[in-house]
């Protein structure tokens, strides 16, 4: 069985296929960062337009290089949501269009679940149950998996993504677009002795976050010095050690109070080294078991969507009619 997955909820146009005996066999991916990059941000209706030019070569580029045509593909999968409405809307009219013309099954894929899923197309996997933090510009979660589809959100953030708050501190320090990686990239440079940031909510129970607090005190930090290379360069590491300590503190608690002994990560912010690292250390402190994707698989990407799709399909969650429908707000 094949499946050939549609990523496009924002920026990025991905296309991947899996195959359920073979695995992932294609994985394209194209990125509009030069495209946003001149306005400092994702401007919708050019990500619409740029995911109508190129997600039909890419499909083709994927098919070529697995040696396949469209009539070798058992079903399409597609980004229904979350995201921006007008890029959803390419991927899934496109990929409802083929599936009537080929008269195949279409899935429409939650973009989250597909995150959350995106450690199984690694080698190293985890068995249920165990404890996702889906972390990315949008959402920060924290998620039990209890097994595929059957998921209970333990805590979210109340305002700020992660994701986010990396990117509005980015701008407040003048650093180009995408404010995070450039961000990351800055705080090795940081003084990590010059300032120390507070960990939101983490002085009281509960697993929820907060982080729109911390972008208005790297603000003030800002304005309260010389606003030279490296004090910005001193700013960035104290906020992402804020931030990643933030969520790997959330982390142990949540662990501790699903009493699992798994930790898997998601999302675009999971790719950041240091984050991973404070996790690994948590976990081999507790004597738990962490399982970390490949970056490529945290960013968004067609994999993801295709595997989702693959397991949405053995599951029957399918669709074959016309109608099309897309969420930008679409809870796991």
Request: hydrophobic share 45%; net charge neutral; aromatic share 8%.
């Given at each position: 069985?094949?499946?050939?997955?549609?990523?496009?909820?924002?920026?990025?146009?991905?296309?991947?296929?899996y195959d359920s005996e073979k695995?992932?066999?294609?994985?394209?991916?194209?990125?509009?960062?030069?495209?946003?990059?001149?306005?400092?941000?994702?401007?919708?209706?050019?990500?619409?337009?740029?995911?109508?030019?190129?997600?039909?070569?890419?499909?083709?580029?994927?098919?070529?290089?697995?040696?396949?045509?469209?009539?070798?593909?058992?079903?399409?999968?597609?980004?229904?949501?979350?995201?921006?409405?007008?890029?959803?809307?390419?991927?899934?009219?496109?990929?409802?269009?083929?599936?009537?013309?080929?008269?195949?099954?279409?899935?429409?894929?939650?973009?989250?679940?597909?995150?959350?899923?995106?450690?199984?197309?690694?080698?190293?996997?985890?068995?249920?149950?165990?404890?996702?933090l889906l972390v990315s510009g949008?959402?920060?979660?924290?998620?039990?998996?209890?097994?595929?589809?059957?998921?209970?959100?333990?805590?979210?953030?109340?305002?700020?993504?992660?994701?986010?708050?990396?990117?509005?501190?980015?701008?407040?320090?003048?650093?180009?677009?995408?404010?995070?990686?450039?961000?990351?990239?800055?705080?090795?440079?940081?003084?990590?002795?010059?300032?120390?940031?507070?960990?939101?909510?983490?002085?009281?129970?509960?697993?929820?976050?907060?982080?729109?607090?911390?972008?208005?005190?790297?603000?003030?930090?800002?304005?309260?010095?010389?606003?030279?290379?490296?004090?910005?360069?001193?700013?960035?590491?104290?906020?992402q050690d804020a931030i990643t300590?933030?969520?790997?503190?959330?982390?142990?608690?949540?662990?501790?109070?699903?009493?699992?002994?798994?930790?898997?990560?998601?999302?675009?912010?999971?790719?950041?080294?240091?984050?991973?690292?404070?996790?690994?250390?948590?976990?081999?402190?507790?004597?738990?078991?962490?399982?970390?994707?490949?970056?490529?698989?945290?960013?968004?990407?067609?994999?993801?969507?295709?595997?989702?799709?693959?397991?949405?399909?053995?599951?029957?969650?399918?669709?074959?009619?016309?109608?099309?429908?897309?969420?930008?707000?679409?809870?796991?």
């Amino acid at each position: 069985m094949r499946i050939l997955g549609i990523e496009t909820s924002c920026d990025e146009t991905g296309v991947a296929i899996y195959d359920s005996e073979k695995g992932l066999i294609a994985d394209i991916l194209y990125s509009q960062i030069a495209t946003h990059a001149k306005f400092g941000g994702v401007v919708p209706e050019l990500a619409s337009r740029d995911h109508i030019k190129k997600l039909s070569p890419l499909i083709h580029e994927a098919l070529d290089f697995a040696k396949l045509t469209l009539r070798d593909i058992d079903a399409i999968a597609y980004t229904a949501g979350p995201g921006l409405i007008g890029a959803l809307l390419v991927g899934a009219a496109l990929g409802a269009s083929l599936g009537f013309a080929l008269n195949i099954p279409t899935i429409p894929i939650n973009h989250l679940e597909a995150h959350l899923l995106a450690i199984f197309l690694e080698t190293k996997q985890p068995t249920f149950p165990f404890l996702t933090l889906l972390v990315s510009g949008g959402n920060t979660q924290l998620v039990q998996v209890e097994k595929i589809g059957s998921y209970k959100l333990l805590g979210e953030t109340l305002d700020d993504a992660a994701g986010e708050a990396f990117d509005k501190v980015a701008k407040i320090l003048g650093l180009p677009y995408p404010g995070g990686v450039a961000l990351t990239k800055l705080a090795i440079h940081g003084n990590p002795k010059r300032f120390r940031f507070p960990r939101p909510m983490t002085n009281r129970s509960g697993l929820e976050f907060s982080f729109s607090g911390l972008k208005t005190f790297a603000a003030n930090t800002l304005h309260a010095n010389c606003a030279d290379e490296q004090t910005k360069a001193d700013i960035a590491y104290a906020f992402q050690d804020a931030i990643t300590d933030t969520l790997v503190i959330k982390c142990k608690r949540a662990m501790q109070f699903a009493n699992l002994s798994q930790l898997t990560i998601a999302g675009g912010v999971s790719a950041n080294q240091e984050l991973r690292r404070k996790l690994q250390k948590m976990a081999d402190q507790e004597g738990w078991q962490t399982y970390f994707p490949n970056p490529k698989f945290c960013t968004d990407n067609g994999a993801m969507i295709a595997y989702a799709g693959y397991q949405n399909f053995i599951s029957d969650k399918i669709r074959t009619n016309l109608e099309i429908n897309v969420f930008p707000r679409w809870p796991m």
